[in-house]
């Protein structure tokens, strides 16, 4: 009896640590990391806060302070983002994630976008897990450049934009948001053309 009554005692200790162990990995939130080349770098679901503190504060307040939201666009486009959800795609190593995420984080804050609409995502750049995450929030997204935002309404993707925009940040998200005709920069990377 005594074997029996030790085993149940481990099994019911080993369920009861296991969902503990779960909910730390999956809330991990602003995890570093060191990249190739020894700078700091930030992997998976992440703080708009984290990314103003250093070393990332250098480029995020700079490339936040100094843009000019085009107050007409968001203005216009302010009432139709209440209902939306934003996943944002970034590498805290891309020139491109550095200049534009923080425009980005301007415009939303500028149209009262609540912080919960807000999902941002930091990708790796290491060679065996390019443009990935560690709770691979990318999959299946087709996420080829960075940054790229997904713009979501009712748990579907009503368009994205990606790396840089075609018009303006403004006028790009209300073309989304609108239904207007818009193409992303590189819409033949999720399209490609069939061989001739």
Same mark, same amino acid.
């Given at each position: ?15 009861? @640590? ?6 730390? =990995? ?8 060191? #990249? ?9 679901? @992440? ?9 990332? #504060? ?11 939201? #085009? ?22 190593? @891309?020139?491109?994630? %550095? ?11 500028? @149209? ?32 080829? %450049? ?8 009712? =748990? ?15 006028? #790009? ?11 992303? %920069? ?11």
């Amino acid at each position: 009896m005594k074997p029996v009554h030790i085993t149940a005692i481990f099994i019911f200790a080993l369920s009861a @640590c296991t969902p503990k162990m779960a909910n730390q =990995q999956t809330s991990t939130i602003n995890l570093e990391a060191t #990249d190739k080349k020894g700078n700091l770098i930030l992997l998976g679901k @992440c703080t708009r806060e984290r990314l103003a503190q250093p070393p990332f #504060d250098v480029w995020y307040t700079k490339n936040f302070s100094t843009y000019t939201v #085009d107050s007409n666009t968001a203005s216009q486009i302010k009432h139709l983002l209440r209902n939306k959800r934003f996943l944002l795609f970034m590498g805290t190593w @891309c020139g491109d994630s %550095r200049r534009e995420v923080p425009r980005i984080y301007k415009i939303l804050d500028y @149209c009262e976008v609540k912080p919960s609409q807000i999902q941002l995502i930091t990708l790796n750049n290491s060679d065996t897990a390019y443009k990935k995450s560690p709770g691979h929030e990318e999959q299946g997204l087709n996420i080829r %450049r960075v940054p790229t935002l997904l713009i979501f309404e009712n =748990q579907r993707e009503v368009g994205r934009v990606v790396e840089s925009p075609v018009t303006s940040l403004e006028k #790009d998200i209300m073309a989304i948001v609108t239904g207007q005709p818009y193409e992303h %920069r590189y819409k033949d990377l999720n399209n490609p053309k069939p061989a001739m």
